[in-house]
Each structure stands twice: as structure tokens, then as C-alpha cells.
């Protein structure tokens, strides 16, 4: 929704106390200014001052904005009168954004590695390196909170709905492989491990979303993620089944 901001002037109020600033105040403040309003800054510096000015407004929280005579509320509320995010109901949800920051880092840091190493960003090494790298940061976001994410995986994988512990065991299979990978270290051991864990899961991935058409999300980046099963979660797999066939040949 857009607004004609005539004045360019408001209102906040905001916590401020001693042993705590409220840091969507300090957010407030910002977005405000960076709309090109002059701000009224109103710090509320004590618990009594914090909760008569809720009581007197009818609200549950600060920071609140009034532009005009309209109050707008928080920074959420904020951000949504300025068109910057959706209203929750037409939200969907759901977000790539976890995988897409893993796979950008892993990719630049794998060009890094490859112009350290060869003076060349553009490396078959530097391919190997994004795999096994984006494999090893997947891993650490499931093993931050492994019993969350075992709990998810066993929505949709295979294997895991009948042998449990193997969600459990799947991050530490996938670590496993990506250091070794990313070391060009015992390929003997990881590439098995890589082509087992990326068939079973590619497979399951496909059954569940391409045949049985469930909206699942994905573990791939931790039990607590909103990314939706499907093309992500089965690219996860396919790299790791791809790279473990690649290393294994390449011992030959």
C-alpha cells in the first residue's frame, strides 16, 4: 500500500531504559529516515512511563509510530505501510532465501580457494569446492539443532522412516563427505558415503513431491526452516550423488 506523505513528519515512541534499548526502535528510527520523515523521537525511559503510554494507547508493544493522525503501530506495521513487506495473511510462508545465502557463500568461497590455489577463478577444483563446501554448510545448519531436523526429515525420507536413528546420522554422513571432499582426502570413503545419502534422498525428494505431490518443507537447511520441498532439497542431493560419482571415478 502506498501513502502520500504530505507532512514527511512522525511520531515514535520507543524504549530506551538503562539496561535496554529496544532495538525496533533503533530500526524505526532508521526506515522513518531513510523514507525521508523527520522523526519526533519520544524515548519511554522506565517500566512505569513503558507501560502507562501502552495503557493509554491500547497496545501490547513498542516501538509505535504515528504518522499524522493515524497511528501505524510497530516496525512490522511500519514496513507494511510503506510497501515494503505483505500484510501476514498474504504472505506465503515459505522462503529460498536460507539455501540461496548457502550456495552464494559457498560459491564465492570455492572461487576464492581456486585463485589462491591456481591464480584462476574458473577451476574444475573450484566446482568441486562449491559442492563439497555447500555440503558442509548444509550440514552444520542440521546439526545446530539435529533432533529438530530428524524430526522433519522423517516427513518424507525413505530410509529414515524405516531405520529412524538415520536422521541422526545423515548430517554427520554429509559432513563427513564434504571435508573429505573438500581435502581431496580418503575420496574411498566419501564418495560412497555421498552417493548413498544423495540417491536415497533424491529419490525420496521425488517420490514425495513429484508423485505423491505433497507441500512439505524441506530439512535440507534445518528443522526449523520454511523452504518448501521440492527442486532446492532435490539439487541438494543430485550435487552430492554427482560429485560422489565424480571422486570415485576420478580414483580410477
Given amino acids: 500500500m502506498q501513502h502520500d506523505h504530505k507532512a514527511k513528519r512522525a511520531t515514535v515512541y520507543r524504549m530506551v531504559m538503562p539496561d535496554h534499548t529496544c532495538p525496533y526502535g533503533l530500526k524505526t528510527l532508521d526506515l522513518l529516515k531513510r523514507q525521508g520523515f ?22 501490547e508493544t513498542t516501538p509505535q509510530t504515528f504518522i499524522g493522525d493515524e497511528r501505524v503501530g510497530g516496525y512490522d506495521d511500519l514496513r507494511i505501510y510503506f510497501g515494503l513487506d505483505k500484510p501476514e495473511a498474504e504472505q506465503s510462508g515459505v522462503s529460498y532465501q536460507p539455501v540461496i545465502a548457502i550456495f552464494a557463500m559457498a ?26 563446501l555447500s555440503m558442509c554448510i548444509l550440514a552444520v545448519q542440521k546439526l545446530q539443532d539435529i533432533e529438530s531436523f530428524s524430526t522433519m526429515f522423517l516427513n ?35 564418495a560412497p558415503v555421498a ?3 544423495g540417491s536415497v534422498g533424491a529419490i525420496s525428494v521425488i517420490k ?12 535440507c537447511v534445518g528443522g526449523d526452516s520454511n523452504v518448501p ?24
Fill in 229 to 252: 520441498l521440492g527442486f532446492i532439497s532435490l539439487t541438494e542431493n543430485l550435487m552430492m550423488l554427482v560429485m560422489g560419482l565424480w571422486m570415485l571415478f576420478g580414483m580410477l
Fill in 107 to 132: 560459491l564465492f568461497m570455492a572461487l576464492g580457494l581456486s585463485w589462491y590455489s591456481f591464480g584462476n577463478f574458473f577451476t574444475m577444483r573450484a566446482f568441486e569446492w562449491f559442492i563439497s
Fill in 195 to 197: 552417493i548413498v545419502i
Fill in 38 to 59: 523527520e522523526v519526533d523521537d519520544n524515548p519511554l525511559t522506565t517500566r512505569a512511563q513503558t507501560d502507562a503510554f501502552k495503557e493509554s494507547h491500547g497496545v
Fill in 208 to 219: 514425495a513431491v513429484y508423485f505423491d505431490k505433497r507441500e512439505l518443507k524441506c530439512a
Fill in 156 to 190: 518424507y525420507d525413505l530410509l529414515a522412516k524405516r531405520w529412524v536413528p538415520y536422521g541422526k546420522v545423515y548430517p554427520f554422513g554429509e559432513a563427513l563427505a564434504g571435508v573429505l571432499m573438500t581435502a581431496g582426502a580418503l575420496i574411498w570413503i566419501a
